[in-house]
């Protein structure tokens, strides 16, 4: 049995909180929040201790820590879960700054505690499949690849201003996704974008529609399209296009039941959003973890990846800046 | 917390273990099978008490009971249950006799305890939609509804001769269902069927291919439409056609992913069987039982229900042996 | 070139004069009609010119007829035709009374002309697939059959009264279509049927809603689903089930464009009724006439099998009026 | 009555000829070609006469022409039958210099005859849909258009040495498309491309795969996917997002049948190629032609249109060449 921390209790910590209780091998030992009122909730709720940072990280009870925290605590959490020798699972990202990220992976490496880096969607069944199909040479040599993904409503300007842009906050999924599915290293890339959907963002110094363009040493070219409101609702989808054909992951649909009437065939909306979407994901990412504890696995995201999918989001964002491509 | 004696741990009893298990306000209190070697390993996977049914009923920290043995076996199981004053979940029938049944539910009348009979298929997200919707008046006046239930493959001729036969065994889930869909009872059956799958199940006196055709008193029809094989899986359908429009529930897909190839586009085989494609309605029977041990709702299903649709299974025997409609 | 006189210009004559014009062999050589208007109307758009229908028979000129008047007319106007040596091309049915049709299908083949019934949607190319598919074995062994056909909005009652009845008038098809698919004869049949949509058409003695499931000598069985309207269009479907797998043939859509908004995503109707879902049909059933003409084809819908498709309708309303499974 | 000379009788050309007979008010009055056995041909199948380029222009009963010759003749032949003053029909591109579109259109200007571009696509009624409702604002404001267009398989190389490499030749009608459903001019373009699919393509100095995007003055962003080569056939589909919904024009496919196995569902492949594909947009063409003919229409792709498309597409190579955005 695995004791876990889990430093943030906030709308994923709970996520994560659930899948660490309804584990055979878990068990949700302590919960850490400056917020009190979510640490108690959460605690209460799965029969776990409230604890400090410093407890947890100090408590040789605690085998794990999984860190849900605010984006600017996570390398100093990291840090110091290293540095008491705990194994960590840590929300994407590290840090918004890339210097900053490969200090940290340096005291991780140096501390030799496994880190795993939670890109949810690498663990979606849908997207796993495409890979996996594409890896089995399915479609042949992949040629090109679209992901679409579309946030159902933009997050409020306070947001904005500290999540370290579109680019790192939310199109760092997708650059992840692109290096999962592509399984190799673009070596240039183009960004566009605008200010769309909210004024707010913009006066942020920000944008909320994006297209961006990778291209590959094979040649092979991938095509990212963002925005950060869609009216239809979360909008996830995936085309992996080869030599000998095409693999598609479409949405998932809140249901299957379809209304037909005189206005036309009514099918349901995408899954709201990624609380709901990716649900089977971060299950998924807790039974890796688990693996990993038992030193049966290798963590599938690590720190690197979390480093690879940061910096082209500053590539990106030079390339929107600079209105030119960015040799990588 | 509500202590539950599960009776019976094959296949869907170890289904029903998880959902008691992972339910907040229930325990697997214990397991009761004749089969020592499955009560052992689930009564262990759970931490639960091995029992005799004797035992379990006459355990006063036993407050419900779950019956997931044999079938032969629930008549007699649900009046001892009834006797020693335990609410009781039973999995569909209550017995193959339909003289049987009515004196056994005279003993849980007698008794005054809630039994609810496991027709999962109502507790499907899809269809309840369909029924749910319809209810509200999306299609406006139901008039014709279609049920498609193939299973995947054949029961072996030896669980054939003891089933009860097809329209027991296997259409009795459609017979519910159309209950629930339509809200009001047929007036007239007629039954068509075929042995085509299997010559073992002609052998043993079955059949494994059936047309149904219900009227009710409102001129609305039904028919179900059964296999006992489907070469792409379990096919699991429901239309309901009103007076201004059609809903329509198709097959739960095991992926979403879409391969397209010289070969045309190739999706997903439906989830493979009842297990997979009624998991969630498992899981939301369960919910609804500890509603029922809460005292804040009577069961949706009934032993009366379960009685309804065993009538309806004789019937269209009935009308299958004899060669015409069947007056109900 | 063969020279055609048309008899009958309505909605479904004008179809056929246009397939008549447009085909490079034929020519549309007069139009009869006793509404003078319509006659002129489709004359002057074809250049063709205006006869009685004695004038027509007589005119050595005219190598066919085309037979698209009211269903009343149609046994005399074909024993006319006969008589005179043309070929024949006639909408369905031939009569509503099974005599008149046997009677008169006798003086067609004492004068050996050729016949062909018009049930167009043997040659729609997506239910031709099907029954192509099937022969080819891509299913193994048909098993069982569901047909789908909903008119959009029932007829005023009026032609209900001269109609024969649902049956006679509009399942028809749906019998012609399951012989059509399944290849061989049924050996019983079972109706049952109400009048839900339209009380003008109880009043008339018919029925606008009806199952009707047809039992083979195979043992396989086929089921046919009516209806006298559908508030989401045209509902034409297929789907065949056989040892090895599923043939489905959908609606045809308006359109391929879907809407996705906050209510979900929205799909076209299906193809507004009979003059354009079975636009391609139409158009093929004509090649198919020409290759007659031409002496390369016998006719694929012949005398016989408008006879047999009546007889099933008979059989279905002595079903329906019996309570019971009628053997054929 | 309209006399049409056809110049050019090949692949395209034929398709032109059927829909010129076919409309009443147009005759295939010659056939112009220097295969003379495809100008007989198709002048013997329509019973026209065949004229060389300068019988027909000179030719007083010849009232437009249609050019579906070789892309280097189209400038010279615009000219020439504008100083005859045929109205005329061309076939994109005007072209491949654009210099030479501009002063061609000039004499276009000067004789003040009518010039359609016949970017078929336009006309095809899913596309049109996506643009009309768009335009009724059915889904907001538009913010991002993604065209994905592939064809089934790369032309031979020599026809793309004389092609003016894949953008003149290919994306030229993503260009016009995404101009016509935007309805404003991008004011920036961006190109990224491979030579992935035939290395033949790579030796004559061409890609085969791309990636471009536009950005509009509004901040509406468009994508482009292009490749010479779809395993699984003629790949055309267009999906706008704005502010409210999106829409989506999906593959029109061979058939509507499924096909259910133990290997999944089954269905068509899209429409073999653009002969296919946009028979109805090449017919609706035809109406448009026929409009202007008769005075009741300006053309709705002009000269300028395919003035306009080729220049995106110098602009995307110079893209491609220099790795930057490129200003409009």
Redesign the interface.
């Known amino acids: 049995m695995f004791n876990i921390a889990l430093l943030g209790a906030g709308r994923i910590g709970q996520i994560h909180a659930a899948n660490i209780a309804?584990h055979q091998q878990t068990t949700l030992w302590s919960v850490v929040d400056p917020n009190q009122e979510n640490a108690r909730r959460v605690a209460t709720q799965y029969q776990a201790r409230q604890q400090s940072a410093n407890e947890a990280m100090a408590d040789p009870d605690v085998h794990a820590v999984l860190i849900a925290s605010a984006t600017d605590t996570h390398a100093d959490l990291i840090e110091l879960a290293a540095s008491h020798g705990k194994a960590i699972f840590c929300e994407k990202p590290v840090h918004l700054d890339l210097a900053r990220v490969r200090d940290c992976l340096k005291v991780v490496k140096a501390r030799r505690v496994p880190l795993f880096i939670g890109f949810n969607r690498r663990f979606d069944?849908?997207f796993r499949?495409?890979q996996t199909?594409a890896q089995q040479g399915?479609?042949?040599?992949p040629?090109?690849l679209?992901i679409?993904s579309?946030d159902p409503s933009p997050p409020p300007a306070e947001y904005v201003r500290v999540s370290g842009g579109m680019f790192r906050d939310m199109t760092i999924h997708d650059f992840d996704m692109a290096r999962f599915i592509m399984g190799e290293e673009p070596v240039?890339i183009?960004a566009?974008?605008?200010?769309?959907?909210d004024p707010a963002i913009g006066d942020a110094g920000d944008i909320d529609?994006?297209?961006i363009?990778l291209?590959y040493a094979s040649?092979?070219?991938a095509?990212i399209?963002n925005?950060r409101?869609?009216?239809?609702?979360y909008?996830q989808r995936l085309e992996l296009?080869?030599?000998?054909?095409?693999?598609?992951?479409?949405?998932?649909l809140e249901?299957?039941?379809?209304?037909?009437?005189?206005?036309?065939?009514?099918?349901?909306?995408p899954q709201h959003f990624f609380l709901q979407r990716y649900q089977e994901a971060y299950a998924a990412e807790w039974l890796h973890f688990v693996a990993i504890l038992r030193g049966e696995a290798q963590p599938e995201c690590s720190g690197e990846d979390g480093e690879r999918a940061l910096y082209l989001a500053d590539k990106a964002l030079e390339s929107l800046r600079s209105?030119?491509?960015i040799?990588l």
Chains 1, 2, 3, 4 share one sequence.
């Open positions: 309804a069944p849908q499949r495409v199909e399915r479609i042949g040599k040629e090109s679209l679409i579309r240039a183009y566009q974008g605008s200010n769309l959907v529609t994006a297209f363009v291209k040649g092979a070219l095509t399209v925005s409101r869609s009216a239809y609702g909008d296009h080869g030599s000998s054909g095409l693999l598609c992951a479409g949405n998932m249901n299957q039941v379809q209304h037909f009437s005189a206005e036309g065939c009514n099918s349901a909306l209105q030119r491509e040799a």
